[in-house]
């Protein structure tokens, strides 16, 4: 079954600090790619995809994504910590079924100290 | 625009009782998508649909039925709660899928505690 990896289900990191979140996917053929956030009691907020073109991706917030395809990675990146940014944050893949459903990694929870 | 509304927000169920989750958009999406939360476990699909009319089982339907009669709406049905329910539960929605790589939108939930 394809499968979405997130390692590390808690990351503390100090303000100003990198930001750095895992994620690896399953498949050998290229998924669609997602990054979403939650905040405390929220629903999911999209951060950032990718679908085809340029492996790095731009989204909210200052973070960014590289998908490489040889390592079947998708890791979450942001220069520098703000206190703001502690939430959960999930990856999710879409293989392109006839469902469109995403397959989310079971979350990680980003802490950061002042 | 409100997107993907949700109701109710909370709600405490006794063991064996019934309800509705309500879910509805308004961003004309033909799919729909009810997901289940629970701690480290990440999200669990339930049911979805492709279209007003058609439905369909995801990896944990077991305890839930849906419908969907119009675009916009789809409620999810638990018949007999049980513990095991508890959890959050999200709906989303995306547009026609002419391929994949489409955002989903989610609701903000429904907190669902079954004692």
């Known amino acids: 079954a394809q499968s979405v990896t997130q390692l590390g289900s808690h990351v503390s990191v100090s303000e100003g600090a990198l930001v750095l979140l895992r994620c690896n996917y399953s498949s050998s053929v290229p998924p669609y790619l997602f990054w979403y956030v939650q905040y405390p009691n929220q629903g999911l907020q999209l951060l950032l995809k990718?679908?085809?073109?340029?492996?790095l991706v731009k989204g909210i917030n200052g973070f960014e994504a590289e998908f490489k395809k040889s390592e079947t990675s998708f890791h979450l990146t942001k220069p520098s910590a703000h206190m703001s940014d502690a939430a959960e944050y999930f990856c999710?893949?879409?293989?392109?079924?006839?469902?469109?459903?995403?397959?989310f990694g079971k979350g990680t929870k980003l802490s950061v100290k002042p | 625009n409100a997107g993907v509304t949700q109701t109710p927000k909370f709600r405490i169920l006794k063991i064996g009782q019934s309800m509705t989750l309500q879910c509805t958009q308004d961003m004309n999406h033909n799919y729909m998508y009810w997901y289940r939360q629970d701690p480290g476990m990440g999200l669990k699909l339930i049911y979805y649909s492709v279209g007003a009319g058609i439905t369909d089982k995801g990896e944990v339907p077991n305890g839930y039925n849906v419908s969907r009669s119009t675009t916009e709406d789809f409620p999810l049905r638990l018949e007999l709660a049980a513990p095991s329910q508890t959890s959050v539960y999200f709906c989303?929605?995306?547009?026609?899928?002419?391929?994949?790589?489409?955002?989903?939108?989610f609701g903000p939930g429904t907190r669902l505690t079954v004692t």
């Open positions: 999710a893949v879409d293989y392109g079924g006839s469902q469109g459903n995403l397959i």
């Open positions: 989303a929605s995306t547009s026609l899928r002419l391929a994949g790589g489409y955002e989903q939108y």
């Open positions: 990718y679908t085809t073109g340029a492996t």
